[in-house]
């Protein structure tokens, strides 16, 4: 059974930074490609970070590129996404994903495992 499970949200102010965290079980991340979505009240789901299985492909929303760091931890299992100068338009709930395509893209019918997401909060 696949699990993805997301950590590290919360409240932060304008200017600060979160660590998030993709714990995977019944996968092998460094076999997928990994992608963080984020999801707005009221806005459609956006890929903000994406890591190819190779991890030779990253990418970033351009509202984000600068500001948030996609990373893998093999030996962990795990995927990270360091979010630094966050912005109050950064307020989302944050999900990881899993898909089997060699680079990442950006349909959401990409990917085949999700989490259940975790919440981010930026107060200006």
């Known amino acids: 059974q696949v699990q993805l499970v997301e950590s590290g949200g919360g409240l932060v102010q304008a200017g600060g930074s979160l660590r998030l965290s993709c714990a995977a079980s019944?996968?092998?991340?460094?076999?997928?490609?990994m992608v963080w979505f984020r999801q707005a009240p009221g806005k459609e789901r956006e890929l903000v970070g994406a890591?190819?299985?190779?991890?030779?492909?990253?990418r970033y929303a351009n509202s984000v590129k600068g500001r948030f760091t996609i990373s893998r931890d093999n030996a962990k299992n795990t995927v990270y996404l360091q979010m630094n100068s966050l912005k109050p338009e950064d307020t989302a709930v944050y999900l990881c994903?899993?898909?089997?395509?060699?680079?990442?893209?950006?349909?959401?019918?990409?990917?085949?495992?999700w989490g259940q997401g975790t919440q981010v909060i930026v107060s200006s």
């Open positions: 994903a899993a898909g089997s395509s060699a680079v990442p893209s950006p349909p959401q019918s990409d990917y085949a495992y």
């Open positions: 890591i190819s299985w190779s991890g030779t492909t990253i």
């Open positions: 019944g996968i092998t991340v460094s076999r997928y490609s």
